[in-house]
């Protein structure tokens, strides 16, 4: 069954080539070129990713993101100026899974949306790892992408649950960015990339405290992240 792809950008020539490219790929696709069209088809629930460019006339990338994530976890892709540190920092903390730099190739942002996809829709093939992972008042089901803190449901995007459960797994040892970034974005850690940092960022407000008031997941100096085991 082919993943169909949400492509979201006002360039009509980048666009086709991607579009060209990627159905070549086996992808099905559907383009899009403004913000609230865009909002409106990722609503519908038929969408395995959307591609979402920042600069786009009357509704910018980051809004559209905004509004796309009060009502849906679809799995996002930004892409941003290069050089533009502030629209992806921006749109990570806003929900984005990852960015790639524009101009970037087809074969590049192809690797990325299958890396992003890879993750989203992994099951875990031996029934060892088919239970609940259990780390104080966390519980996460990966096979059913779903995760609660003290009962409560979390509202996790496919990247922010990826992590988590890279941390949950190796709960009590710290966790290196270079491991989390192979494990749960399914790419190297890039010199000078802060994805790992602002997705644990949200992480952290997502998540509850410890007895003594403390956030459950802590930054080791030098080493990485760290979710407490108590």
């Known amino acids: 069954m082919k993943s169909k ?9 980048l666009v086709g080539m991607f579009q060209e490219y ?35 006339p009357r509704m910018n990338g980051l809004e559209t993101l905004r509004r796309i994530r009060t009502n849906s976890q679809l799995p996002i892709l930004m892409l941003t100026g290069r050089g533009d540190d502030t629209d992806r920092i921006v749109g990570l903390e806003l929900g984005a899974d990852d960015y790639v730099a524009k101009p970037c190739t087809p074969r590049e942002l192809t690797a990325r949306i299958r890396a992003i996809l890879r ?11 088919q239970t609940a ?9 990966p096979e059913q992408r779903r995760a609660t803190w003290a ?6 995007t496919s990247t922010e649950f990826n ?3 890279v941390l949950a797994r190796n709960a009590g040892r710290p966790v290196s ?22 997705h644990l960022s949200s992480l952290r ?16 100096y030098r080493l990485g992240y760290q979710l407490i085991k108590e």
């Open 5 to 13: 792809v949400l492509l979201i950008d006002d360039d009509i020539e």
């Open 22 to 56: 990627l159905e070549q790929e086996g992808f099905e696709v559907k383009t899009v070129h403004d913000g609230e069209a865009g909002t409106a088809e990722a609503f519908t629930g038929l969408y395995s990713i959307a591609i979402l460019d920042v600069m786009m």
């Open 119 to 129: 993750r989203a829709q992994s099951a875990p093939a031996d029934t060892s790892q």
């Open 133 to 141: 992972i259990t780390v104080g008042q966390l519980t996460m089901w």
């Open 151 to 156: 009962g409560d449901k979390l509202e996790l």
């Open 163 to 165: 992590l988590l459960e």
């Open 177 to 198: 960015k270079n491991t989390l970034s192979e494990q749960g974005l399914g790419r190297p850690l890039a010199r000078f990339d802060r994805n790992i940092d602002v």
């Open 205 to 220: 407000h997502k998540l509850g405290t410890i007895a003594d008031g403390r956030s459950c997941l802590q930054t080791v």
